[in-house]
Structures are given as C-alpha cells and as structure tokens.
C-alpha cells in the first residue's frame, strides 16, 4: 500500500498567510475509492482521533482501491476561538454554516444530465459509472473556473466546492461530524437505508433524495439526477454509491479512547464496498424520517436542569426538563416559586440537546427522534 499527501491552498488571510488542506491517500490493489473528511465544523473533533485510528489500522491491512482522508476539512473554522469556545458551525463574516454552503452541482452547473443519459444509456453501469465520475470532475473544474474568472467565488464556497470536487469520484463518501451535546447517529438517504446497517449507528436518520445544501445530499444528487434522467430509457440501476454524515458524539471533544471504538464502524462499511478483506456484519438500529426528527425548542427563558441524555428513550408526558426563574424568587419557597417544566408530547429518543443550561425564550432545547422505526436484521 502507497501512501500520496497532496495540499491545497483554500483561504489567504488579510495577514497574507494562507491556510492550506491536507490530504493522504492511501492506494491499494485495483478497487473502490473512498472520501472521508473531518470538522467542516471547526469544534466537531471526534472525527480526527476516528481518521488517525483508521489510519494507524490501515496500515498493516490490505487494501483494495483507495481512501482519501481529509482531516481538520476547515482549518478557518477550527481556529476560530472565542475564549475557550470554537466558533466553528458558522462562517463568522457570512454566519453560514460551513455545512449549508455545498452546491447541487447538476443544477447550479446547468449542465445538461439528460445529454449525457441520451448519449452512454447503452452503456454498462460499470463503465457508465466511471465516465460520469470524471464528468463530474470535469463539471466542477469548470464551475469554479467561471466563478473564478467571474469574482463570484466566495469564501462561502470556495472550501466547500474542492471538498466536492475531491469527493466526486468516490464509491462512498464519509462525512464526520458531532453533535452538540449528542449520542452517535446517523444520516442516510432513503435508497442508503439497508446500507446503513453496516455502519452499525444505533439511530439512523432518514432523508428524502432532496438537496438542502449538506455535504451527504451534495454527494448523492449527482447520482440521483443520472438516475432520474436514465429512467427515461428503461435504464433502472440499484445505485451503489453512498454518502452519509457520521455523528459521533459531541462537539468540543477528542478522544482516542472512544475513537477505537467509533472506527469499527467505518472498518465494517469498508468491508462490505471490499475495500478491505472480511464479511460484514450488522445491527439492529432505530431509526425515523428526517420530517419526524423534531426540535423542540425552549418555551421560556432561565436556567435548565436536563432530566435526559443523548441516547435515553422518553415516553409522552415524561417531564424533559426543569427551568428556574431566579428573577421572580419567593424566598419562603425558593425552589418551586422559580421551577416550571417541560413535558414531551409524545414518544421518542434524545439524540442532541442544548450545551449551556442558560438559555434564551426560543433556543434549541432538545433534538429528538420521533415515530421510531425499529429496523431488525
């Protein structure tokens, strides 16, 4: 196995520094390629100690194809500190969230899908595949070009469209991220879900193949759009290209220890795309439609005291939390003259909640999945 690192200018600074991205690709026998990047948000660390651990196992095991590995995929965003704080969810000049930035490329290209069906729907899906890859290189080659030499590309998307670039010719790609304060969990397409299972997430959530500007949806509606245009033919393919966001726990955190863990997750989606030897296994998950993963967020101010934690059941009418109001105290009875609750309204789990128990009236309190679907193996 060969190890290539290659660097990428991605932001100059008003120092005149620039910050640069890191990659290491790791090639192996002829086979499936890879993408697995890090911290687009720049507090969500988890995924740095899961790609090392990767990494250092790689190895020492074959490997069929290639991985790229990107670690800390936002060098701005991970160095943007306030005090001990990250402030890395969001450009701080443009407040966009460095994971709403990525483009539909078939659609902001304006590149004519249905040409490219009319001319290859003869085509074996293998061979098919591969010639769509290098269009779809091709396609953001050019993209970025025009924005370039139009001084439309911004620091908004700049990052975003070589990270998609980089992903486009992949037979999987692997988004790492982390909640708040969150359990592990998954996102996957709705033509993913039976793939999902062996990436061994206890609690799964499922999308519909729309776009709203993350890098998983940004990854699969390339595929998706070929697909739809392919029909048109009679061309049906079950797709064997998957992207998915990996939750690993919470933001602001970086453990190895637990990392030895959260890697057997990746190693067993990378034995069932044979990447690497071995068979596959799976587990039993609980999952729900995105439309059923609900925010419930704070109906008043004060200080919260959280009765759940990510990855606990609650049942309809447990009390969720207790907030106290230290403006308006009875000082005979302190504690229940400041307390009132908040009680679910139906079943679900807790999979992120708030990081501060001081909130504002309106803040997100809780994430919760709802009308949960056990998915049995």
């Known amino acids: 196995m060969n190890w290539k690192i290659d660097e990428y200018p991605i932001k100059e600074l008003a120092t005149g520094e620039t ?20 911290s687009v948000h720049g507090a969500e660390l988890q995924g740095n100690a899961v790609i090392l651990q990767l990494m ?100 908004n998307n700049k990052l975003n469209l070589l990270l998609q670039k980089l992903a486009s010719p992949s037979d999987g790609v692997l988004d790492l991220h982390t909640g708040p304060v969150a359990t592990r969990y998954l996102y996957a397409a709705e033509y993913e879900k039976d793939v999902s299972h062996y ?14 500007g993350a890098m998983d949806e940004a990854s699969f509606m390339p595929w998706i759009h070929l697909c739809d245009a392919l029909k048109k033919y009679n061309y049906e393919v079950k797709l064997d290209i ?17 990392a030895s863990k959260d890697v057997e997750s990746i190693l067993n989606y990378l034995r069932y795309k044979k990447v690497i030897d071995g068979v596959p296994d799976k587990i039993e998950s609980h999952s729900c439609l995105i439309e059923n993963y609900r925010t419930i967020y704070s109906p008043k101010g004060g200080l919260v005291d959280y009765h759940f934690t990510p990855g606990e059941r609650f049942k309809k009418g447990d009390e969720l939390a207790s907030f106290y109001n230290l403006k308006f105290i009875d000082p005979t009875n302190p504690i229940q003259s400041s307390k009132s609750s908040v009680f679910a309204e139906e079943d ?26 056990k998915n049995e193996i």
């Open 348 to 373: 679900g789990i807790i999979i992120n909640r708030c990081p501060s128990s001081s909130v504002h009236q309106g803040m997100e309190l809780y994430q919760v999945m709802t009308k949960i679907q």
């Open 242 to 258: 998957e992207s998915f966001t990996l939750e690993f726990g919470s933001e602001e955190t970086f453990s190895m220890n637990e």
């Open 56 to 155: 250092d196992k790689l190895n020492s095991i074959e490997v069929n194809g290639s991985i790229t590995f990107i670690p800390l995929a936002n060098p701005y965003a991970t160095n943007n500190k306030h005090g001990t704080y990250t402030y890395g969810r969001y450009n701080p000049v443009t407040g966009h969230n460095w994971n709403r930035n990525y483009v539909d490329i078939i659609a902001a290209a304006k590149y004519e899908i249905d040409v490219f069906a009319k001319e290859n729907h003869k085509l074996p899906w293998n061979e098919l595949k591969q010639k769509f890859k290098k269009e779809l290189f091709e396609i953001f080659s050019n993209y970025e070009k025009k924005l370039t030499s139009e001084k439309r590309l911004s620091e």
């Open 19 to 38: 910050l640069n991205l890191k990659t290491y690709t790791c090639t192996g026998n002829p086979g499936p390629h890879i993408h697995i990047q890090a």
């Open 199 to 212: 990436l061994k997430f206890k609690h799964v959530l499922i999308m519909s193949h729309e776009f709203a």
